[in-house]
């Protein structure tokens, strides 16, 4: 199982990626392994609003359906098309060609808190392995 | 020490013969029905496809065994399931329930009929318990005895259109005179196993019963003479989607106590023709002749968003039935269900056009078609 040393962690099995003042968002290795074949997602639509904590959106596989949380609190910028076609990415690329939404951070908010470094969050999806 | 099944009351999930192949294998494994089993091995999606285009390879160890010996096992069948094994010929099996007084079910089952004296009914593993118990009861007085061989056996399902050139190559009977429903004592690479042409996945395929030690030998050889012919090992989650497609109702989900075989559409299961009386008997004669009170059915999703076990079924708005099992069709590329409708729904919806159909999926009304059960019937 893959956790990148540099993203954010959640405790909801989200990744994201700050760069500035826009945040990348995905769902994590250990979650589309969990969920198995990924055949949609739901995400808000550029312009909604999102809150740190809330869902937005949603993962549907073969055998279930999962919340999407969002990560962060801001302004849905951009989401992934490519998902949308092929959302077997998610299962094939989680990190990379599966991300879900860009985010455009709240001036006001500073940096988002209460996310989970790569070894916070390995220790977390370990714990829940058992 | 501790028997299994003392082990398995402690709350440990029972193994199958075949879990450290499945772990070498990478597969996720999942506690279902107190049995660890293999969930999927890698794409649960390309099993399934697998299973359809070449043949898939599935551990159903799981699957509960109960064998009923003596000069009238065959009779005391008869009273305790709604079929009539007494009319099967040595080698030929049926798909059967059993009931409750009631007629509520207990489970659907396989009766093989073995030999005369000998038949063999393959229950669900959540259900076994209940079954072996009825069955006892219910054989009390007959010269028969009920024994669960669970333990026993193993079972190894190979399932596909290439499930049978895979499986000659390794077996000293002719497959061809085998037909759909029967069995045969064979050797398979070199074992001995209870060879049978029944399956759940809408395909051609067999199940091999083996004994435990045996059947790790006969799935790697399997693997090895099918490797070229694409046949992969296939997990529970491909299982369910595969018998989803099929039409083929699952225990729990189309099937439980409080239903009979009429409102699941199975009552041709019911055997009312055959001397004697059978546990269900009456209460199952009434309600063949009051119609039904909900009608199984088939719904395909308009969306990509799946209906699940649960999600309620509107017409027009109001609440018109209940899914029972939902799944992403990799078949047929878009989200298919079974649902129990009410009567007055079902005929509406066979007859209007328009949509008024549609499923509750958590709060949005996603509107559904009503299709033929079964989604999936294979090319022959």
């Given amino acids: 199982m893959t956790i990148p040393a540099d993203l954010r962690y959640t405790a909801e099995h989200e990744w994201v990626a700050v760069d500035g003042m826009t945040a990348s968002v995905g769902i994590t290795d250990y979650a589309q392994r969990a969920l198995g074949d990924v055949v949609y997602v739901s995400v808000p639509a550029p312009g909604a609003r999102v809150t740190a904590g809330e869902p937005c959106g949603e993962v549907e596989s073969t055998k279930s359906v999962s919340d999407i949380y969002s990560p962060v609190t801001g302004e849905v910028t951009e989401v992934n098309g490519e998902v949308d076609d092929d959302p077997g990415l998610v299962n094939s690329d989680p990190y990379g060609a599966g991300w879900l939404m860009r985010i455009q951070l709240d001036e006001d908010e500073g940096e988002p808190t209460g996310l989970l470094t790569a070894d916070e969050y390995a220790e977390l999806t370990a714990e829940q392995e058992d | ?380």
């Fill in chain 2, 1 to 380: 020490m501790m028997t299994r099944d003392e082990a398995q009351q402690g709350g440990q999930p029972r193994s199958t013969p075949l879990r450290e192949v499945h772990e070498r294998l990478g597969a996720s494994m999942t506690d279902f029905a107190g049995w660890l089993m293999p969930l999927r091995y890698g794409s649960e999606t390309a099993e399934h496809r697998a299973v359809r285009g070449a043949a898939g390879l599935f551990d159903l160890s799981h699957m509960g065994e109960i064998a009923v010996t003596g000069r009238d096992a065959a009779a005391a069948l008869d009273y305790a399931l709604v079929g009539q094994p007494s009319a099967l010929a040595p080698g030929r099996a049926r798909y059967t329930m059993i009931c409750a007084p009631d007629g509520g079910i207990l489970d659907d089952l396989i009766v093989y009929r073995l030999a005369e004296a000998e038949l063999l009914v393959v229950a669900n593993a959540a259900n076994t318990a209940v079954v072996l118990a009825a069955l006892t009861d219910r054989a009390a007085g007959h010269d028969a005895r009920v024994e669960d061989r669970t333990s026993d056996y193993a079972l190894v399902a190979i399932q596909g259109p290439h499930a049978s050139r895979i499986l000659a190559s390794l077996t000293d009977i002719p497959l061809d005179g085998l037909r759909y429903y029967a069995s045969h004592r064979a050797v398979v690479a070199g074992r001995p196993v209870l060879l049978a042409r029944t399956g759940y996945t809408g395909e051609d395929g067999f199940e091999l019963f083996t004994s435990p030690a045996d059947a790790e030998p006969v799935w790697l050889a399997l693997t090895a003479a099918g490797g070229a012919d694409g046949l992969v090992p296939a997990g529970l989650a491909a299982r369910d989607t595969l018998r989803l497609e099929a039409g083929m109702p699952l225990y729990g989900n189309e099937l439980t106590a409080q239903l009979t075989p009429f409102e699941a559409g199975l009552g041709r299961v019911v055997a009312f023709g055959k001397p004697g009386d059978f546990v269900g008997r009456a209460a199952l004669a009434e309600r063949a002749e009051a119609g039904p009170v909900q009608v199984l059915s088939g719904l395909t999703i308009g969306s990509r968003r799946v209906p699940r076990h649960g999600y309620q079924v509107l017409w027009d708005g109001q609440p018109g039935g209940t899914v029972t099992s939902g799944a992403p069709s990799p078949t047929l590329g878009v989200p298919i269900a079974m649902a129990y409708l009410d009567p007055g729904v079902a005929r509406q919806a066979e007859a209007a056009e328009g949509a008024k159909l549609a499923v509750d999926i958590r709060g949005t009304a996603e509107p559904a078609q009503l299709v033929s059960l079964p989604f999936y019937r294979r090319p022959r």
